[in-house]
Every structure is written in C-alpha cells, then in structure tokens.
C-alpha cells in the first residue's frame, strides 16, 4: 500500500448499509485527541461527507475494531440498523476472520492452537500491554482461542521468519499478537511484544486478509490483498510453502457455515439481539453508547 495520506483510502466494499475499507497501518479508527487529525475516521468523513451520521460520535458506526498498528479490512455500518445487524453477527459469533502475519523463525507445527487466557498487565510500566496467565501482575484473565495455519517457511532480511494464517476464535485485546509471542514467534515487527526487540521492520506484520459477516440484510464477505509478498516487500523471501492461501480461506469458510447452520437447527444459537429498527429515536442513549462500547471492547482482535 502507497502511504497513507487523508485522501487515499481503499474502499473493499459497499452498498447502502456497509462500508468495508482494507485500513493502512498506523493508522488509529478515531481519536478525540486534536493533534491526531490523521484517522480512519477523518479519511472517512472526506471520502465520503454525505454518509456521516450526526448522531454519532464520530460519524461512523465502526462494526468491530484494528489496532492502529495492524492493516486490511473493517467493517463499517452506516445507520442503526445495519449496526444492529452486525452486532447480532459478532454477539452470536457468526463472523470469520482471518489474519495474515509474519512470525520470527520457523515454527515446525503445520497447524497449532492456543489456549494461553489473556488478561491485563498491571505491571508499573508495561499497563497497556496483556499478558497471558501465569505472568506476573497478570489481572482477570479470559480464556482465549487462536488457530494457526503455517502458509510459507523464509526469510525476511536474512532472518528467519514463517508467514502464517491466524484466526482468532475469541475477541480478547492484542490477542493474536499475545499468543504468537507466548508460543515464541512474536509478529515482525511488533516492539510492543517483542521484549521492546523488535522496532527495525517498517511495520507491524499483521494483516486483517478476511472477513465474513453474515448480516440479515446482506452477506459481506471480503478479502483485503496480501501484502506480504515478495512483489510489495522484497525484504521477504519465501522459501518453502507449507498450504494455499485460498485453501485455507475456502476451509475456514466452509467450517463456519457448517457450524453457523449446526446451531441453527440445534437451537444453540442463545437468545437473539434485537434489530434496531430503522424508526428508532434519532440520537443514541447513553445506554446504548454504553452497549456499543462493551461490544467493541470484547471484539479487539489482534
């Protein structure tokens, strides 16, 4: 992706209820600090002006969250009812998503889980990162489930480094990049989990490839193009690969449509949420911006 400026952002998908965009990394979704002009947020609201609702926050109903410094694709609503649509999704655990990244050495699993539960660190110092249980000032943790999927053994700058497919099958924050540091093949590039090691790379290596969401009102279904390839990043050299990207992708989505359909017809679902009419009050409560922001806490997923 070319730098990221106010006026060059990659639209993935839209209709009349949904924006998918493949975010730029270091990029923050919004910000309420004045100094930071540069968001997601602001990129929207020049690109697309007439789509902004006044009765939100900023502007956008953001369906679930990146972290600033990971990219690829996020899903916006443009009114209440598609948010509520979206959230029934992500509430009910109907949506797949999967990662891309590229992990330092050469992890010799072809697949792994990760169970490690992940909580707060309340370490003096280091309170805005998580840590898994166990680790010392460790605070209230969840469990928490990553799958990971080996694609291509290589090198990058002369190191070794896997790239891999990364789902993650709860929402904790940081999670992906938590559990590939406690399985000792923290991201490229990521200095946060890394011990403060590793700050060379000119990026984090985590990538938000695919996403499935489907709403009552449409099916989204999206991939953001892979960034790490030898054609975008000639620092990375791949030397021997292990499975298909697409192979991957098609199996990940055909488990989640034989699980989603499984429940159906099991009643395992639990109770559904709402819709929120298109009728509704104007302006949002308190209590559902307090709704909205306990559901994006829970789905932080990298």
């Known amino acids: 992706m070319e730098p990221v400026s106010l006026d060059n952002l990659s639209i993935l998908y839209q209709s009349s209820d949904f924006i998918v965009v493949?975010?730029?990394?270091?990029?923050?979704?919004?910000?309420?600090?004045?100094?930071?002009?540069?968001?997601?947020?602001?990129?929207?609201?020049y690109r697309f002006p007439e789509l902004a609702d006044p009765d939100t926050y900023y502007g956008f109903r953001f369906c679930h969250q990146l972290d600033f410094s990971t990219s690829g694709a996020l899903c916006v609503a443009l009114n209440k009812a598609a948010a509520g649509s979206a959230y029934k999704c992500f509430k009910e655990r109907m949506v797949t998503k999967a990662y891309l990244a590229l992990v330092r050495g050469h992890v010799q699993e072809p697949r792994m889980t990760v169970r490690y539960a992940i909580g707060k660190n309340t370490t003096e110092g280091l309170t805005h990162m998580m840590c898994i249980e166990g680790t010392e000032g460790c605070e209230s943790p969840k469990p928490c489930q990553s799958e990971l999927i080996v694609l291509e053994h290589g090198l990058y700058s002369g190191d070794p480094v896997t790239k891999v497919i990364l789902q993650p099958l709860t929402g904790r924050?940081?999670?992906?990049?938590?559990?590939?540091?406690?399985?000792?093949?923290?991201?490229?590039?990521?200095?946060?989990?890394?011990h403060k090691q590793d700050g060379g790379p000119y990026r984090m290596m985590l990538h938000a490839y695919y996403l499935r969401v489907p709403t009552s009102k449409e099916l989204i279904e999206v991939s953001?193009?892979?960034?790490?390839?030898?054609?975008?990043?000639?620092?990375?050299?791949?030397?021997?690969?292990?499975?298909?990207?697409?192979?991957?992708?098609?199996?990940?989505k055909e488990s989640s449509v034989r699980t989603a359909e499984g429940e159906r017809r099991d009643g395992l679902l639990g109770n559904p949420v709402p819709e929120i009419p298109r009728h509704a009050e104007p302006s949002e409560t308190e209590e559902q911006r307090a709704v909205c922001e306990r559901w994006l806490a829970e789905w932080t997923l990298e």
């Not at 406690?182 to 200095?191: L, T």
């Open 224 to 252: 953001a193009p892979d960034p790490f390839v030898p054609t975008l990043d000639s620092n990375w050299v791949p030397q021997r690969a292990t499975c298909q990207l697409d192979e991957v992708i098609r199996e990940l």
């Open 173 to 194: 924050t940081h999670q992906l990049r938590v559990h590939c540091s406690a399985v000792g093949h923290p991201i490229v590039g990521d200095f946060t989990y890394s």
């Open 22 to 45: 493949n975010k730029h990394w270091d990029v923050r979704i919004d910000s309420k600090m004045w100094y930071e002009k540069l968001t997601l947020q602001s990129q929207l609201r």
